[in-house]
């Protein structure tokens, strides 16, 4: 690759090649006794502004009161935005993000910058030389070459002899002597060495003697880290060379060829604590096992790498916890694409990896997106690439753990994961109050990104929120509800509902708090919606209740195998739905018609569960072989516009002394129903040399998309009721996998 002469803007200027040369000299010269601080001991501080919500607890609860105050740009960031408004060449900016990196003081006025961070695109640029060293022009090489060669080296930026004069003096000088850098050098300086090895790999870590506590902490992070990587990523890096230098990243991994060994080349920042370094230790480490596995760091393959090798800090080091430090900024960034390389978003996004390997109780996804990454686009194996069925799904799950309070607490760690996320775009809030009033919210999210909006309600008698029903197959919506003043355990999906209604004065709808989390699990495209939310002062009366339907059973026969081995079938089966009715009463359409209701809406919590186990006697033990299945979840239905609603009550206005019918043969099956399922669940018990019993165990869990059926029930005759209320029992016998067992059904409805 060839230097673009007409890249880099000082000030709105173009500077040529050879002034670039020349400034890269000149910082050189004064770094060599620049100081360095003690680890830019923490993040910038944050400024808060005005938050006129600050003084409302409940709404602080629900989302915290501090907004982010916009913090001045790294020098980074503004390199990143003259790249992105093509004002400087991609080489440009890696050369720029070099100085940035390891002499910030010789940048030009237009990329300096008071703050800094304890990670950048500085790994990009150090890479970027790292592969295209040989390429550049030979000036180009001289002037980067104090970058480029090991730190022991007399060329090394930080050896290079600092002139005895001023530099303004000098100026002309280094005009007519480009070539002083790589000529002119102070003393060498002496570098200490400890080893480390784990195993069959190895490491030298090169440090000062001031540094040598430092050193240590890194061979101890080596030889921790890396079994745990190699088992993992199943790769081994046979040698890693550690220096310990000041730069502005905690940490920077390129791959060498090292005394005639392939090798990894790391460098650490000095004066890091032990916390710290032993987390960036094992960060660079993990870059090195991704060399091994030939990723290439380019594109958004860069944003997988860095995303996984901070969840990587976590895996190795879990009861440090330091890649908590990005978690601020990743909740106030939820509302953007997820998969995003740049202002240090590639590490706060280290919680979708921390989400995939609890979610599924399986580190090993890291490798299996890593490898796919390699010939598929990284963020499709970071995300579909992976999931047979419904990523909606998973990805509104992922959106529902990242609201992070009340019960959707799910992430674990050796510290709790922030629950105080700072409101930003991506967070609506709102109280409403008892007189009645409405309110629309407008909904934009990026790709792979989520919206929260809260809602508190005070002395509200009735309340509807007017949505859009969601064609769109990505995008998922979700409702938290506070009810009797708690939370509910499990949100239900609002995704296909037009319109949801609230009745402070009924049982079971006094609502107090609402959150509401869209989803968008689309890799390309946005989504923009609104809804409005209506609050009135009173409820119109309507028959509304629940109805109840339960099962337990169990059943053992005697079986007799084919080899005439004597054993037991036993079967479990037991589930519950509850359903919760508002039921619109409608006129009769002429003389013949019943007096009827179709359901306005309908939610049912719907939990079910099968087991068989097979038991038979073995050559030395008992044999069993289960296999169990759990569904559950919370659905929801919407009628209102169906052209012909499925009547579930009837009265004769005739005959009044028939009584209402409850009509229950009620068959659904839609595709958006949803459950959780856990399947396969089998063990196996053997024998072992000392003839000992062996337990092989295997569970497997999928959360899909699929349909439910509700057995056919008789119909229910009750007298009509004396008051606007009926309720009662009714129990029937079901058969269903070769069973014969007790259904009851337990309703209770009321018109007020």
């Not at 030939?294 to 393959?301: Q, T």
């Not at 997106?369 to 970071?382: C, F, M």
């Not at 053997?686 to 899909?704: F, I, V």
């Amino acid at each position: 690759m060839n230097y673009n002469s007409k890249a880099v803007v000082n000030g709105g200027k173009q500077l040529d090649k050879k002034l670039l040369i020349l400034l890269i000299v000149l910082l050189l010269c004064v770094s060599g006794c620049s100081k360095t601080t003690d680890e830019g001991e923490s993040e910038p501080s944050l400024s808060a502004k005005p938050d006129t919500e600050q003084s409302d607890p409940e709404l602080n609860e629900m989302f915290p009161v501090k907004e982010k105050g916009k913090l001045p740009p790294t020098s980074f960031d503004l390199i990143q935005e003259a790249l992105d408004t093509q004002k400087i060449s991609k080489q440009d900016a890696m050369i720029l993000r070099l100085i940035a990196g390891f002499s910030p003081e010789g940048l030009p006025k237009t990329y300096q910058s008071t703050e800094t961070a304890s990670r950048s695109s500085l790994q990009e640029a150090v890479k970027w030389l790292e592969k295209n060293y040989d390429s550049l022009d030979e000036d180009t090489q001289k002037a980067l070459k104090p970058y480029y060669v090991l730190p022991d080296d007399p060329g090394y930026y930080l050896n290079i002899k600092k002139p005895a004069e001023k530099l303004k003096d000098k100026l002309s000088y280094f005009i007519n002597n480009v070539s002083f850098v790589s000529t002119a050098v102070a003393s060498t300086p002496v570098w200490n060495k400890i080893e480390a090895s784990a195993g069959t790999a190895k490491a030298d870590i090169f440090y000062k003697s001031a540094d040598l506590q430092q050193a240590k902490y890194i061979k101890a992070s080596f030889e921790k880290s890396t079994p745990k990587f190699e088992s993992l990523l199943k790769v081994k890096v046979p040698k890693t060379v550690f220096y310990i230098v000041p730069i502005v990243d905690w940490g920077i991994q390129v791959s060498r060829v090292i005394n005639g060994v392939n090798c990894s080349y790391i460098r650490i920042k000095k004066g890091l604590n032990k916390k710290r370094t032993l987390s960036t230790t094992a960060h660079e480490a993990f870059h090195s096992h991704q060399d091994w596995m030939n990723l290439d760091y380019s594109g958004e393959r860069k944003w997988l790498m860095e995303a996984t090798a901070t969840w990587a800090e976590n895996y190795a080091y879990g009861s440090k916890n330091v890649e908590h430090r990005w978690l601020k900024d990743f909740f106030i960034n939820l509302g953007k694409d997820m998969v995003y390389f740049g202002n240090c978003r590639e590490y706060t996004t280290y919680v979708w990896p921390l989400f995939l390997t609890q979610y599924y109780k399986n580190p090993s996804l890291i490798r299996i997106i890593l490898n796919k990454s390699r010939k598929t686009d990284p963020r499709v194996a970071a995300t579909t690439g992976f999931i047979k069925k419904s990523f909606d799904t998973l990805f509104s799950e992922y959106a529902l753990w990242n609201l992070n309070k009340f019960t959707a607490k799910y992430y674990k760690d050796t510290k709790p994961i922030i629950d105080t996320a700072f409101r930003s775009t991506n967070y609506q809030f709102k109280r409403f109050k008892g007189k009645k009033q409405e309110e629309s919210f407008s909904i934009e999210t990026e790709p792979l990104s989520a919206q929260y909006l809260g809602f508190i309600f005070e002395g509200c008698k009735k309340i509807t929120i007017d949505m859009k029903e969601i064609a769109k197959k990505n995008i998922k919506r979700r409702a938290l509800i506070k009810i009797g003043g708690k939370w509910q355990k499990r949100p239900q999906d609002w995704s296909y509902i037009k319109k949801k209604k609230f009745c402070s004065d009924r049982k079971g709808e006094k609502i107090e708090g609402l959150i509401l989390i869209i989803s968008n699990a689309d890799l390309k495209k946005g989504y923009y919606d609104y809804l409005t939310v209506k609050v009135y002062e009173d409820c119109e009366p309507a028959w509304h209740g629940t109805t109840t339907i339960t099962w337990d059973a169990e059943q053992t026969e005697n079986v007799v195998t084919v080899g005439g081995v004597k054993g037991t079938v036993k079967k479990v089966k037991k589930g519950k739905y509850v359903l919760r009715d508002e039921l619109a009463m409608h006129e009769p359409e002429d003389d013949y018609t019943d007096y009827s209701a179709s359901i306005q809406s309908t939610s049912i919590d719907y939990y079910s569960f099968y087991e068989i186990t097979k038991t038979l006697p073995g050559n030395c033990g008992i044999i069993k072989d289960v296999f169990g299945r759990t569904k559950s979840g919370t659905l929801e239905l919407d009628f209102t516009e169906d052209e012909y609603p499925p009547n579930r009550l009837y009265y004769d206005m005739e005959f009044p002394d028939k009584g209402i019918t409850l009509d229950f043969d009620m068959n659904v099956d839609y595709k958006w129903i949803k459950k959780r399922e856990v399947s396969s669940k089998r063990f196996n018990q053997g024998c072992s040399r000392l003839l000992t019993p062996k337990k092989d165990y295997t569970s497997t869990t999928e959360r899909y998309d699929n349909g439910v059926t509700f057995y056919p029930v008789k119909n229910i005759k009750v007298k009509l009721p004396h008051e606007n209320s009926f309720s009662g029992t009714h129990t029937y016998i079901n058969h269903a996998k070769g069973m014969s067992y007790e259904v009851k059904v337990e309703y209770e409805y009321e018109y007020e």
